[in-house]
């Protein structure tokens, strides 16, 4: 399937404006595509309980995962502490990585994007080599 980049990193930065961040100031938006063609978004919340809070990544994915979506193709994602743009490359952390195994396998593609025509593609393979898996 080919994946619309640009359409994907414009929900990112889109959903990015809804990130819920005055603990860390830092804002971050994804955007999850599935097999099925459809874009769940997702955006971090945070919580006066630290650790309470909640990433990007894995609220978009609960989106689709609620919705009964089981397959995907890839995710971008956006972030940085400048709530307009973002400055730098924001990459999954490893909670998020170790979460997305569970449901894509290793050539998921992971989008981090400065804006929609600056960004780097990686594959889950890449960015979590041997990741936790109870069947090894
Ligand atoms: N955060 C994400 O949303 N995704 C990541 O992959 C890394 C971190 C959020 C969590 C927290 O709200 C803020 O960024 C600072 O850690």
Redesign the pocket.
Known sequence: MEIDVNKLIGSALETRKN???P??N???G?ALLTVSGKIYT?????NASYPS???????AFSAALSAGERNFIAIA?T?GKNSRKAEKF????G??RQFMSEFCKSDFKIISAKSENKYEIYTLGELLPKGFDLDV
């Open positions: 990130a819920y961040a603990y860390s830092f804002y971050v994804a997702g955006s971090n919340v945070e809070g909640i990433c990007a990544e894995r609220s994602l972030g924001c990459y999954p952390c909670m998020c």
